[in-house]
């Protein structure tokens, strides 16, 4: 059987506070899941946290091929902060599956992954620095609404929220009133 997973990583941020976000198109080749189960149950342990046992109340909908094939994507993956998102597509015919040599290879799976994309995308502490950076370009300060325009310019998709900002802000040594943001170093 051949599913095709569709997966997001976010890198750990770096020194500007900037993280990186790859999108990847994952196959995986196996037979069932029931051949690895060991692996399915540990995967799910650390994934969400469950012990999952035959016989459980919902352990059908937890033990199935689906989450087998995202377990297989997550064992590769380097999981960092935030993580990794895997979602589930689809089962494909045989046909579907790549032809070069898979990315991983045992002997109970085999995984292909494609880069389809990468970005770098601004965390709330990049918007931080860049809020520190305004107000040091101003004199020191900057009006709540010009920090605004900035947070919101800089913020698209970022998934944070000004509270986070501001909280990494002064992490940075800087202060807020309802006025203004300013610099104390």
């Not at 377990?71 to 935030?82: D, K, N």
């Not at 300060?141 to 909280?167: C, H, M, N, Q, T």
Request: glycine share 8%.
């Amino acid at each position: 059987m051949i599913a095709r997973i569709h997966a997001i990583h976010v890198s750990l941020p770096d020194f500007s506070g900037k993280a990186t976000r790859r999108k990847y198109l994952c196959y995986v080749s196996f037979g069932s899941y029931l051949e690895d189960l060991p692996f399915l149950k540990e995967w799910l342990k650390s994934y969400s946290g469950l012990d999952v046992k035959e016989g459980d109340k919902g352990a059908s909908e937890l033990l199935c091929n689906q989450n087998y094939a995202r377990a297989v994507v997550w064992s590769y993956v380097p999981v960092t902060y935030p993580g990794l998102e895997i979602t589930f597509d689809k089962f494909v015919p045989a046909e579907c599956q790549p032809q070069g040599k898979p990315t991983l290879e045992t002997d109970k799976h085999k995984l292909w992954m494609s880069l389809l994309s990468e970005e770098e995308i601004e965390t709330a502490k990049s918007v931080a620095r860049a809020l520190f950076d305004e107000c040091r370009r101003r004199g020191g300060r900057i009006a709540v609404p010009d920090a605004r325009a900035v947070f919101y310019e800089k913020s698209r998709g970022g998934g944070f929220l000004w509270e986070d900002v501001i909280e990494e802000f002064h992490g940075l040594g800087g202060a807020h009133t309802d006025k203004y943001l300013r610099r104390q170093r």
